[in-house]
Each structure stands twice: as structure tokens, then as C-alpha cells.
């Protein structure tokens, strides 16, 4: 291959590299044959870790990407005259193509929130006509966790939106693409803001933090997992070198190194928020996990991207995007600051 250049940005914790450990997971299960299509030990192994992880009654179905992991998941819970509700930045309806209209034929009731979060009484107000063949009836509650405007969902307040689903007649779905982002702010086990508090099936993301094409739906709520095999293979989610995937989540999982990597990312994203107020950039958006959200004008942007790649939010406010990854460093961060700080 030739040679190129190593940089580091703040576009996408989807641009970081594979962590080094899980490349050596992957190779260390590159041996021999094993069974195909999840049949194998490795997934064996994985299934326990994530009961270990989410409860006695979850069950793990590893998958290729998370718009992937969402279109089953959603599948799983949402008759065809059902719909799902969202906020309307949810990466469900703003950044999957349309997938889950496409591929699994299901209306999205979008919701404007101040902060990416749903609420109840967000919610209620998607909530009416209920029982009229005219309308698609709510079917499934989706939220992000951690959501796309970087802000964290409680324990308490998915407790709240999963009674108020569950008394509804509706599941609760969690995008989990950040999870670990999560996990690591909230300072909190897996289990304690999913299984505990009334979540039913979930996507479990792994790419983010550090592997390659790595993601899972996780099921709660054993209803719904008849279904998931059977979605997962006509979703062209189906791995048949299954045992590659799952060493990756048990890499992420059994030693710790994907909380390790989301309280990396995270602490860099908290450096930079506050490196950033210093100057006094605003940042409308709490930094509560690996995103930062400054408003910068359209000439400071265009600086600062001759420097690092970046993506802009809100064309209208200047609002932009810096995500940290697992890989970010301290030296990224404070050169990003000092070239803030010499627009300023």
C-alpha cells in the first residue's frame, strides 16, 4: 500500500482507526474452522458475556452497522400499521437514508425536542388518535442514548418513558451507537439505564469505540426475540463468519476496554468545551459525553477546517460539530484551542 499520512480530526468517531487490541482479537480467532452463521464458540462465549452484562434474559444478535441493528430492532417491535416514535434529530430520521421507511416499510412520528431527548410529555403530544385507520398508530418509543446533539439520557428519565410506553401499550427502543459513551458519563453498568429501567431491545454499538464493523441488537424483553433471527437474515444482517464480529464485542466487553475507550473520548470532549468556553465560543449544547457543539462564524470554520475536518450543524446559527474518539489526544485537542484562540 502506499504510504499516507496519519491525521486526526474531529468529523466522526466513525473516522478513528480499529483499537489495536481488537485487531488482535480478530486474528486471534482466525484459526481452524468453526461454524457458520453464529454457530460457533466465539458467539457462544459473547452470549454469556452480554447476559452477564444486561441480565439473565438478554440475547444478543451481532450484526454489521447500526442502521443495520436499528431497522431489525424497530422491525421486532412494530406491526405494519405501527410507527415509531423519535426525536426529529435521531439518527433514525436524519442520517439513516431513509432505512427504516425503506427497508422495514415503518413511519417515523418525528418530535422537535430542545436537546435531542424525548420526554413524556414530549411524547403524549404524538399521542392522538389512537384506534383510527388513518393515522399509523404509535407503536415504539426510540430514543439515543447518547443522543446526536451529545446530551445523556438518566436512568430516571428512560424509567419514565418506559412506564409511560409500557402503560400505552408501546415498546421502548435505545439507540445505542454511543453506549459506551454512556455508560462512562453516567458512571453507571449497562444493565442500570437498560434492563433495570424497562428498555426492551436495543442496538449495542461497537464501531465507535473501537472495532471494525461490530454491532449488535440486544434483546430485553424476550417477546420480541422469535422475530429477530428471521429479520436479521432478510436484513442482509446475517454474518456467516459470525465468530469475527463477536470476538470485537468481546473484546469492548470482557476486559472493560470499550468503557476504557468512552471515558477517553469523553474526558477530551470535556477538555475541549472548556478550552473553548475560555476563549468564549458559545456552546449552546451541555458537553455530556464525546460531543462538543460551539458556534463558530463562517469564517473561523473555514479556518480551523484547513486544520482539522469537522462538520457543521446549523448552516443558520454557525453551530458545529467536534467529536472526540478513542484515539483523540490531548495534543489534538489543544491544538485545535490554540488555533481557536488565535481567530478570537
Request: proline fraction near 4%.
Amino acid at each position: 500500500m502506499t504510504e499516507t499520512k496519519i491525521s486526526r480530526g474531529f468529523a466522526s468517531d466513525n473516522y478513528a482507526g480499529v483499537h489495536p487490541d481488537i485487531l488482535v482479537a480478530i486474528g486471534a480467532v482466525n484459526a481452524g474452522h468453526q461454524t457458520a452463521y453464529g454457530e460457533d464458540a466465539v458467539t457462544a462465549e459473547l452470549e454469556g458475556l452480554f447476559k452477564r452484562e444486561f441480565g439473565e434474559q438478554a440475547q444478543v444478535f451481532p450484526v454489521f452497522n447500526g442502521t443495520g441493528a436499528n431497522v431489525v430492532a424497530l422491525q421486532a417491535c412494530a406491526k405494519r400499521w405501527e410507527a415509531v416514535i423519535c426525536a426529529d434529530t435521531a439518527h433514525i430520521h436524519a442520517d439513516e437514508g431513509g432505512a427504516p421507511e425503506k427497508m422495514a416499510g415503518l413511519k417515523l412520528w418525528t418530535l422537535p425536542t430542545p436537546d435531542g431527548k424525548l420526554t413524556v410529555d414530549i411524547v403524549k403530544t404524538a399521542m392522538f388518535d389512537i384506534g383510527s385507520v388513518h393515522r399509523a398508530q404509535p407503536g415504539v418509543i426510540s430514543i439515543t442514548n447518547t443522543t446526536e446533539m451529545g446530551t445523556l439520557y438518566s436512568a430516571d428519565e428512560i424509567k419514565a418513558l418506559a412506564d409511560y410506553a409500557h402503560a400505552n401499550n408501546l415498546y421502548l427502543h435505545l439507540d445505542g451507537a454511543r453506549i459506551s459513551n454512556a455508560a462512562a458519563a453516567l458512571g453507571l453498568p449497562f444493565k442500570a439505564f437498560t434492563a433495570d429501567v424497562g428498555v426492551d431491545i436495543l442496538s449495542f454499538g461497537g464501531t465507535k469505540i473501537g472495532a471494525l464493523a461490530a454491532e449488535a441488537v440486544v434483546v430485553l424483553n424476550p417477546e420480541l426475540a422469535a422475530a429477530i433471527p428471521f429479520l436479521r437474515k432478510t436484513s442482509m444482517q446475517l454474518a456467516s463468519k459470525m465468530r469475527f464480529v463477536s470476538a470485537q464485542l468481546i473484546e469492548i466487553l470482557a476486559g472493560g476496554l470499550g468503557i476504557k475507550n468512552a471515558r477517553h473520548a469523553n474526558a477530551m470532549a470535556a477538555k475541549l468545551d472548556a478550552g473553548l468556553r475560555a476563549l468564549g465560543f458559545e456552546i449552546p449544547n451541555p458537553t455530556e459525553a464525546n460531543a462538543v457543539f460551539p458556534i463558530f462564524t463562517p469564517a473561523q470554520t473555514k479556518a480551523l477546517q484547513e486544520h482539522f475536518r469537522f462538520y457543521v450543524w446549523n448552516y443558520a446559527t454557525g453551530q458545529v460539530r467536534l467529536m472526540c474518539a478513542w484515539d483523540t489526544t490531548e495534543d489534538d485537542v489543544d491544538r485545535l484551542i490554540a488555533l481557536a484562540a488565535e481567530l478570537v
